[in-house]
C-alpha cells in the first residue's frame, strides 16, 4: 500500500512537468520589416503625424511628422524624445523656427529618412546622428547658428538638395567631401561667410548642382 501512495505521489508532482514539458514553445515575434523607400510625390501624400503621442501608438504607419509649439504657455520644442527610432518608417522629419540645439543618438537609426527640416533653430553643428543618415535626400539647417560642417558630410551619398543659408556664423566648407556628393542638384550658400572661392570651387566640383552664394 505505501508502495502505491509513493508512485501516485510520484505521479502527482511529475505530471506538470511532463505536459510543460510537451507544450511548444512560443515562437518570437518576427521583427518588422521596414518599408521600402517611397517617392517624393508618394511621401507628400501620406498623413503628417503632429502628435508624438499618437505617432508611437501608431509607429509602424508613421511616414511623416513635424514637431511644432502647441502654443505659448509650453515654449518651444527644445528636444526630440530619445524614443523618436521606434518610428521606424519615418521618411519625413520637420521640427522648424523652434529652440532645438541638438538630436539624440537614437535619431541616427532612423535609416529611412529621406527629408530633414531643421531650419531656424539653435545649432551651432550639425549633430553626428545626421550623418547616420545615408537615404537622406534633402537636409535643411538654414537660418542656425552652424559655424562648422563636418567632413562626415560625404557619407550623405543620395543627397540631392542643402540648404545651409542664413548662417551668419558658417565661414567654411569642407568643399572637397561635398564635392563627392554626386547626386547634389542644389545647394544654397547665402547669407553666409563662406568665401566666394570655395563656392565656385564646390560648383566646379558638381557642374549638375546649382551653388548659390553671394557675389
Same mark, same amino acid.
Given at each position: /500500500?505505501?508502495?502505491?501512495?509513493? &508512485?501516485?505521489?510520484?505521479?502527482?508532482?511529475?505530471?506538470?512537468?511532463?505536459?510543460?514539458?510537451?507544450?511548444?514553445?512560443?515562437? @518570437?515575434?518576427?521583427?518588422?520589416?521596414? $518599408?521600402?523607400?517611397?517617392?517624393?510625390?508618394?511621401?507628400?501624400?501620406?498623413?503628417?503625424?503632429?502628435?508624438?503621442?499618437?505617432?508611437?501608438? *501608431?509607429?509602424?504607419?508613421?511616414?511623416?511628422? *513635424?514637431?511644432?509649439?502647441?502654443?505659448?504657455?509650453?515654449?518651444?520644442?527644445?528636444?526630440?524624445?530619445?524614443?523618436?527610432?521606434?518610428?521606424?518608417?519615418?521618411?519625413?522629419? =520637420?521640427?522648424?523656427?523652434?529652440?532645438?540645439?541638438?538630436?539624440?543618438?537614437?535619431?541616427?537609426?532612423?535609416?529611412? /529618412? =529621406?527629408?530633414?527640416?531643421?531650419?531656424?533653430?539653435?545649432?551651432?553643428?550639425?549633430?553626428?546622428?545626421?550623418?547616420?543618415?545615408?537615404?537622406?535626400?534633402?537636409? $535643411?539647417?538654414?537660418?542656425?547658428?552652424?559655424?562648422?560642417?563636418?567632413?562626415?558630410?560625404? @557619407?550623405?551619398?543620395?543627397?540631392?538638395?542643402?540648404?545651409?543659408?542664413?548662417?551668419?556664423? &558658417?565661414?567654411?566648407?569642407?568643399?572637397?567631401?561635398?564635392?563627392?556628393? *554626386?547626386? &547634389?542638384?542644389?545647394?544654397?550658400? @547665402?547669407?553666409? =561667410?563662406?568665401?566666394?572661392?570655395?563656392?565656385?570651387?564646390?560648383?566646379?566640383?558638381?557642374?549638375?548642382? @546649382?551653388?548659390?552664394?553671394?557675389?
Amino acid at each position: /500500500m505505501l508502495r502505491y501512495s509513493f &508512485l501516485f505521489i510520484f505521479w502527482c508532482c511529475a505530471l506538470p512537468a511532463f505536459l510543460l514539458a510537451q507544450t511548444p514553445k512560443p515562437a @518570437k515575434p518576427p521583427k518588422m520589416p521596414t $518599408d521600402t523607400l517611397l517617392s517624393e510625390a508618394d511621401l507628400a501624400r501620406e498623413p503628417l503625424y503632429y502628435n508624438i503621442g499618437q505617432a508611437y501608438k *501608431q509607429w509602424e504607419k508613421v511616414h511623416r511628422l *513635424q514637431l511644432k509649439t502647441s502654443g505659448s504657455l509650453y515654449g518651444k520644442v527644445d528636444e526630440v524624445h530619445y524614443r523618436i527610432d521606434s518610428l521606424i518608417n519615418l521618411q519625413y522629419f =520637420q521640427c522648424s523656427n523652434e529652440a532645438l540645439e541638438t538630436l539624440p543618438a537614437s535619431f541616427g537609426a532612423l535609416r529611412n /529618412m =529621406q527629408q530633414l527640416y531643421l531650419s531656424g533653430n539653435k545649432f551651432a553643428v550639425l549633430p553626428d546622428t545626421v550623418y547616420q543618415l545615408t537615404n537622406l535626400k534633402r537636409l $535643411d539647417v538654414a537660418n542656425n547658428q552652424i559655424i562648422a560642417i563636418s567632413e562626415k558630410i560625404v @557619407k550623405l551619398k543620395q543627397l540631392e538638395m542643402l540648404y545651409l543659408h542664413s548662417n551668419k556664423t &558658417l565661414k567654411s566648407l569642407p568643399v572637397e567631401q561635398i564635392g563627392k556628393l *554626386q547626386n &547634389l542638384r542644389f545647394v544654397n550658400l @547665402k547669407g553666409t =561667410q563662406i568665401p566666394r572661392e570655395q563656392a565656385q570651387r564646390l560648383q566646379k566640383l558638381l557642374p549638375n548642382c @546649382k551653388v548659390e552664394f553671394d557675389y
